[in-house]
């Protein structure tokens, strides 16, 4: 099971930019697609983005398109989410996880990790 770590979250005005790292321990990180989602308080987990285990493939929300790009380096296990042009309402806790590309989202297999925090100011 993959330990994953996320790092990279902060205050930041709207249109600024942000770069979220999710750091992945076990030798299974290439092995897996991975994704990013996020959660604002009372509200359920949502989706942001997905990429498979070879990054030749990529899913997104519609509410990021064109704004956010998901990556990855199976050399380092790391998971990377570069965040542009942010909005108030990408405020969030952004949480990494392994899981299946389906449906044009990723379904966690339950592995996550602790989040970080984005505050976008306005």
């Known amino acids: 099971q993959l330990q994953l770590v996320e790092s990279g979250g902060g205050l930041v005005q709207a249109g600024g930019s942000l770069r979220l790292s999710c750091a992945a321990s076990?030798?299974?990180?290439?092995?897996?697609?991975m994704g990013w989602f996020r959660q604002t308080p009372g509200k359920e987990r949502e989706f942001v983005a997905a990429?498979?285990?070879?990054?030749?493939?990529?899913y997104y929300a519609d509410s990021v398109k064109d704004r956010f790009t998901i990556s990855r380096d199976n050399v380092r296990n790391t998971l990377y989410l570069q965040m542009n042009s942010l909005k108030p309402e990408d405020t969030a806790v952004y949480y990494c996880?392994?899981?299946?590309?389906?449906?044009?989202?990723?379904?966690?297999?339950?592995?996550w990790g602790q989040g970080t925090q984005v505050t976008v100011s306005s």
């Open positions: 076990g030798r299974t990180f290439r092995s897996y697609a």
């Open positions: 996880t392994a899981g299946g590309m389906e449906g044009g989202a990723l379904r966690s297999y339950g592995s």
């Open positions: 990429i498979s285990w070879s990054g030749g493939l990529t």
